[in-house]
């Protein structure tokens, strides 16, 4: 909805989803990789790397652009997709390894 008021957020919104859409596939992947430990009874697994993945990465990319290097929004935004990338490519290597580990035992 826009109303008057938030027509001086508007360029601020219109950049944040420019760059957030970059920020939702790399979440599947490290969403689907979770699941991987979920799946096969690592529950405190999954769970580490949902926190790992969202308040470890996610705040300390957003905070080191954001505040510490002196990006502002901007680079708090740059933060989140960043955090989440990094962090995604983690838990999949991970659950990559998982697997193939599994397949060794079972095969």
Do not use: C, H
């Not at 970059?22 to 529950?43: E, K, L, R």
């Amino acid at each position: 909805a826009s109303s008057g008021s938030s027509v001086r957020i508007a360029s601020e919104l219109t950049s944040f989803l420019s760059w957030i859409v970059i920020y939702y596939p790399t979440m599947a992947v490290g969403v689907a990789s979770t699941y991987v430990f979920q799946g096969i009874g690592n529950g405190l697994t999954a769970m580490f790397q949902t926190i790992m993945r969202e308040t470890g990465f996610t705040i300390l990319f957003a905070v080191l652009f954001g505040v510490i290097l002196g990006y502002g929004v901007w680079g708090a935004w740059m933060g989140i997709v960043l955090g989440e990338i990094v962090s995604n490519n983690i838990t999949m290597v991970w659950a990559d390894w998982q697997i193939k580990k599994l397949m060794d035992i079972n095969g």
